[in-house]
C-alpha cells in the first residue's frame, strides 16, 4: 500500500489524488522509522538523571560534536534543561535490561546500578561498551523536541561486542553479514 499525504503552504493536510490512503504524516514517520534500526543509548545528567535513547548521532569530527533528542514532555527535560554535561553510554546486547530500566516513568532509574558520579556531578554507568562525556553547545527546541548539541570532553569503555539496536518496537543486536566479494 502507498501512503502519502500533501501539505498546502500554511501547512495543513490536503486530499489526495485517487487511490492513495490519506495517513497524517506522523503516522508515515512512525511506520517508516519502525523498519530502521537505531543504536540503543543512555544519556545521563547531573542530578542524577537519565533516558534511554535513540536519538543520539554523531554531529561533526571537526569540533567533535554529537546530539540527541528528548521530548519537550520528557520527565527528565528539566534536568537535561539545568545540566551543561551530559554522558551518552552506548549499550551492547547484553543491556537491555538497562535500557528498559531508564525507559520507565516515574522510577528512581538509577536504583540498583552500579555507577560512578564524577567531580562534576555527571554519572557515568558502569558494564557498558564505550561511553563518552559532552559539554552542552546548543539546546534548542524543534517541534515537539529539545535537540541538544555537545562538545565530545572524555570517552571510555568497558568492552566490546554487539551493539543493542532498536528495530521495529522490540530491542535487538546485529548480526554481521559475510563480507561481499566481487565476482
Known amino acids: 500500500m502507498t501512503v502519502s499525504t500533501e501539505r498546502t503552504a500554511a501547512g495543513t493536510s ?5 487511490g492513495l490512503t490519506a495517513v497524517p504524516a ?6 517508516t522509522l519502525r523498519r530502521h534500526a537505531a543504536g540503543v543509548t543512555v544519556i545521563t545528567v547531573p542530578g542524577p538523571a537519565g533516558f534511554t535513547a535513540t536519538s543520539f548521532t554523531s554531529v561533526s569530527l571537526e569540533p567533535a560534536l554529537v546530539s540527541f533528542c528528548l521530548g519537550v514532555t ?24 538497562l535500557a528498559r530500566q531508564f525507559a520507565r516513568s516515574g522510577t528512581d532509574r ?33 517541534g515537539d523536541h529539545v535537540l541538544v548539541v555537545g562538545e565530545v570532553e572524555a570517552g571510555g569503555g568497558h568492552g566490546e561486542g554487539p551493539a543493542l539496536v532498536h528495530h521495529d ?15
Open 74 to 97: 520528557a520527565s527528565t527535560l528539566p534536568a537535561v534543561q539545568a545540566a551543561d554535561r551530559f554522558a551518552v553510554h552506548v549499550l551492547g546486547s547484553g543491556n537491555a535490561a
Open 110 to 142: 538509577f536504583a540498583g546500578l552500579s555507577w560512578t558520579e564524577r567531580q562534576d556531578g555527571l554519572p557515568l554507568l558502569d558494564g557498558v561498551p564505550a561511553w563518552l562525556t559532552a559539554r552542552v553547545t546548543l539546546r534548542q527546541r524543534i
Open 169 to 183: 518496537g522490540a530491542f535487538a543486536t546485529p548480526v554481521r553479514l559475510p563480507p561481499h566479494t566481487e565476482e
Open 14 to 18: 490536503t486530499g489526495l489524488t485517487a
Open 26 to 31: 506522523d503516522e508515515i514517520l512512525r511506520r
